[in-house]
Structure formats: C-alpha cells, structure tokens
C-alpha cells in the first residue's frame, strides 16, 4: 500500500505545481539568468515541504478528530476541488494553453532573489490551498506509512519539478513556449485530477463500488 500511496503524493503534487504560475516563472527565469538558482529551488521546495507536512499531519489530524463526523462532506469538497482544477486546465488546453513568459529580470543579490521568490511562493493563497488544504485533504484516506509515503510523494515531486525547471531551464523554454507542449501537458493534469477525483469521491461514499 505504501507505494501507491507515494506515487498518489507524487501524482498530485506534480500535478498541482506544474500550473504556470509567477512562481514558476521566476524560477525559469533565474535558470535561464543561472543566478542563484540553487537557492531558489531549495526555498521554493523547501517551502512546498513545510506546507505539505502541515496539510498532511496537522491539518488532517485536526480535521480527523475535531469532525470527523463530517469527514463525508470533506471527501466530497475535495473531490470538487480535484474536479473544477481538471475542468480549468481542460478548458485551458481548449484555448490552446498558455505561453510561459520567459522574459528575464536581472536580480543582482541572493538576498533580493529570496525576497522575491518568499513574495511569490508565501504570498500566493493558492499555495495553501493547493498543499495544506488539498494534500492534506486527500491524506484523509491513508493511515500510518501510507500516509507518511504520500507525503514523501508530495514533497518529491516539488523537489524534482523545482530542480528540473531552474537546472533545465534552457532545455524546456523551446518546447513549453509552443502552445501545443501546455495543451498536451494540461491534458494530463487534468487526467490525472478528474482519477483522483473520483477516488475521494468513493472514498466518501459518494459512488458506489
């Protein structure tokens, strides 16, 4: 049970990163410059880490001991969230995707590089949503290690997008500035909600079987 467990984690942590964002932006544009990038994937991800670990066993324990009488409701919400996320990025991939602004701002000290990538990361309230309050939600159906693995999941896949995105940077700006790259990649995010929608909703007792 442990591994489908982390590759649940993995699955939906990489899922909900690879949304562009000013975040992701930020982190292209300091691979590109290859300035400071090494601090900015460990802030960003190390970020992603302590967010993920709150939503996983904090917020999933209170959430399991303070109402679990409701924990029906909970499964079913999270299972519109994971909806109406692959709807949006369905509906993106309709419009033919978005093109990644790769336009390159020269940040000079490590200190301004962290500023900007703590703004960017803290100050976006999808980031809790997305990691305290939908991963921890959907750890609601795991229990001991499987539970520890699905957060390993989750946490790996914010390392391995964050180093893969600022290192290889110069590698994915020709391919994800085509239009078809984000159809064909909001395709598989939206894939990938709408299967793990449809777990939460059966273990709510939503569906039958």
């Known amino acids: 049970m442990m591994l489908p467990a982390y590759a649940t984690g993995f699955a939906l942590g990489f899922s909900l990163i690879l949304a562009i964002g000013a975040q992701n932006a930020f982190v292209l ?21 302590l967010l993920i670990l709150a939503g996983v066993a904090g917020l999933s324990a209170l959430i399991a001991d ?14 519109l969230w994971l909806a109406g996320y692959g709807v949006m990025r369905l509906s993106s991939a309709i419009r033919a995707g978005d093109a990644m ?3 390159v701002t020269t940040v000079n000290t490590g200190r301004a590089v962290l500023t ?7 100050g976006n309230p999808h980031v809790y949503l997305d990691t305290v ?6 750890s609601l159906q795991f229990n001991g290690m499987s539970k520890l693995a699905y957060g390993a999941g989750a946490i790996t896949a914010s390392f391995v ?13 020709p391919t994800m500035q085509r239009p078809n790259a ?3 990649l909001d395709i598989l995010i939206a894939l990938v909600m709408f299967v793990l929608a449809l777990g939460m909703a059966k273990a709510g007792g939503w569906l039958g079987g």
Not at 30 to 49: E, I, K, N, P, Y
Not at 116 to 122: D, F, P, Q, V
Not at 133 to 138: E, P, R, S
Not at 163 to 172: D, H, I
């Open 161 to 173: 997008f964050f180093f893969m995105l600022g290192y290889g940077a110069s590698l994915l700006v």
């Open 29 to 49: 544009r300091q691979g590109l410059l290859r300035q400071h990038v090494l601090l900015v994937v460990l802030f960003c991800a190390s970020a992603d880490t």
């Open 182 to 184: 984000w159809r064909i």
């Open 133 to 138: 309050v939908l991963i921890g939600a959907v």
């Open 66 to 79: 303070a109402v679990g009488q409701y924990a029906s409701v909970l499964y079913g919400l999270a299972a």
């Open 101 to 103: 602004i790769t336009k």
């Open 116 to 122: 900007t990538a703590a703004i960017l990361t803290l």
